[in-house]
């Protein structure tokens, strides 16, 4: 079943009096439970593509569905909500809000969200344990390591089982190690909680982890293929 | 959470929030001393001047206002003593006079005077004249022919204590009567022009004098305590008409009697607010310019609140709440420092002398005691806090602005 589903999508950026085309027609296809990266070099579009998908930027032309719900029939506000209740973000660096601790920044979305208080502190508790951050719950973020950081993105991302988690860059910023540890960990909640990562990454090593690679050149897919 | 988060976020940038405290708490410590000290002021004015023979409430016959001669007299006294002093409350005090135009003349000099006949005991009570005295003595009721004048009349007169003063006026029968009086002391006022122009004799003495026989030409009335706002004046002096029952007499407030005091006090009032919104509109562009600089620097997370599913709305209230507290504490901490400072000086009152002896024909008092009215700061606190939310929409708007991926490029 798809989760995630864009159609000859295409993005061209405007940079003063140069058209810069980032994304030249894009069809994709997820299905739900799928890890997938997506590889390619730097400037193929891996970022626009994955923003076009979390609703936080328009496709100049084609069509984007996420959870079976059309962007096209959808304002801002309806993309807010999706976001907040379809999708999870990790992003390359700045995934959390600097004066809240790892557990309140977990439990923020959910209180966006409208869950209720106790159950907010204990869902946040739980999934801050599956990461492996049990004894962490009240660092803030500049007293966590940029892989600890991650994770409690990460953790944030999937605590309300949404239908896609969107990471971009996840590992970028990580010693090889600990990104192989956040990649092991994410594979772990794809496993055990069916939840859809797509992430983008230039890591060979991360490549290796994914259950689907696919590869983008100069805004087009050149590959896709499933392990 | 909101709360927190927004009171974490004032305190990111310690020296930042400092700053904008400052503003805040000076713009209100400004708001509410100089609103005390102008209040103070008004009091010390209205204060002087119903002192200066007006008195809180005053009873004439219908036509004196007008023409402030002696046939213009009221003679129920009787009926008067009745009404004042069955719907008085117990502790007010009054007094009655004779009031009068009469030319004062010695050797030396001639010139116009208001001739001020007096209960001395109970003249003493309700008005200055019972604190003037600077030399000589006082009146009692038996004086005969003895006569107090103020200090600016004795040198204009060029004339001293034990001297004699011979004043003339029109009677009842509109003959000029004229009689010869001893100065036997001296008042000093708050105005010269008080000094020249009041000259005072017992009551009975101005009654025989211009042969009126139980006439009066005014009451007095003090009440226990000054009602600025002239409420209380206002249902005493509408209980004694009542209980006058005579359209003959004329019972007025100090409100009515000097109605460039009223005005005076409508546009000083006026001022103060102006006042307060001066020092908001100075204190509203620190509260602006340092939040913008405040969301310009938070930027990236505004992004990453609306990339997470956050609605404009809700960034507005996050920045909005930010504002909040601090003006909550600036105000507070306004208020509290307003209130330290006008009970600091307000036990020996701020001496204006030296401005006043050039300044007396302004009315300002020799002494100042600030006063707080809840109103003043009420109104400062709602102005500053309103206002100051109110300007913060602004960069609230400006941060609910940045879309996510604006935000996220600045990586
Ligand atoms: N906001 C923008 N304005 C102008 N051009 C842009 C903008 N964002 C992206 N581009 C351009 O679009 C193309 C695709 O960019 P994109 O960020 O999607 O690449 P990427 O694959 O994520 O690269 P990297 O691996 O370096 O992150 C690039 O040529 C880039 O310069
Ligand atoms: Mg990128």
Redesign the pocket.
Known sequence: MAIVETKNIKKT???GKVN?P?LCGVDLIVDKGEFVALA??????????LNIIGGLDLPDSGSVMVDNNKFADMNQADLASLRLHKIGFVFQAFNLIPVLSAIENVEYVMLLQGVPQTERHDRAKAILDDVGLEDKYDRRPAELSGGQQQRVAVARAIVSGPAIVLA??PTANLDSKTGEGLLLMMKKMNKEKKVTFIF?T?DNMVMEYAGRLVT?RD?RIVNDETK | MVAILAWRNIWRNPRRTIVILLAVIIGVWSMIFLGALMRGMETEMVRNSISTLTGSIQIHHREYRNDPVVENCMDGIDKLNQALSTSLDPGILWAKRVRVNAIASNARHTGGVTLVGIEPEKEAKISFIGKAMISGRYLTTEDKNKIIVGRAFLKKFNTKINNKLILMSQDTQKEIASKAFRIVGVFSAESEAVEKQFIFIPLLQAAKMLKMGDSISEVSIMLSRLDITGKKETLAAKRLTAAIADDTYRVETWQQLLPMMKAYLEMSGFFLYIWYFVVFVAMGFGIVNTSLMAIFERMREFGLMKALGMRPFQIIKGVVTETFFLLVIGILAGNILGFLSVAAISKNGIDLSALAAGAQMWGIPRKLYPEIWAQDVAVAGLVVLALGLLVSLYPAFKAARFTP?QAM?KN
């Open positions: 950026y405007r940079q810069v980032a390619g070099p730097s400037g193929s579009g891996k970022t626009t593509l971009d860059e983008s230039h983008i805004g | 991926t490029r």
